[in-house]
Nanobody, 121 residues
Framework: QVQLVESGGGLVQPGGSLRLSCAAS????????MGWYRQAPGKQRELVAT???????NYADSVKGRSTISRDNAKNTVYLQMNSLKAEDTAVYYC???????????????WGQGTQVTVSS
């Protein structure tokens, strides 16, 4: 059974920092691209950052320069360090594990339950 469990969310003041963690189980973590997505009330889910199995990273323009995604394959965990947080960063943050099967080209995606991040004074 695949599980992605996020942690580290909470209430933080504008300008503050948070580190989100996502612990994975039930998958061969090292072969998956991992990502963080977020969904604010009334808005669609959007990409925040991704890191491939070879550790190439990609960030949304809205968080570039303020966030760092990293992974620890020994711990089956992906992290998102967020600094200089703004009110518009308020959202539920979801962890994603993604891969493409080599033979069938079928895309495989797993999602966590999400963790709430609220930026407010």
């Amino acid at each position: 059974q695949v599980q992605l469990v996020e942690s580290g969310g909470g209430l933080v003041q504008p300008g503050g920092s948070l580190r989100l963690s996502c612990a994975a189980s039930g998958i061969t973590f090292s072969i998956y691209a991992m990502g963080w997505y977020r969904q604010a009330p009334g808005k669609q889910r959007e990409l925040v950052a991704t890191i491939t199995s070879s550790r190439s990273v990609n960030y949304a323009d809205s968080v570039k320069g303020r966030s760092t995604i990293s992974r620890d394959n020994a711990k089956n965990t992906v992290y998102l360090q967020m600094n200089s947080l703004k009110a518009e960063d308020t959202a539920v943050y979801y962890c994603n594990a993604h891969r493409v099967e080599i033979i069938t080209s079928r895309e495989v995606d797993y999602w966590g339950q999400g963790t709430q991040v609220t930026v407010s004074s």
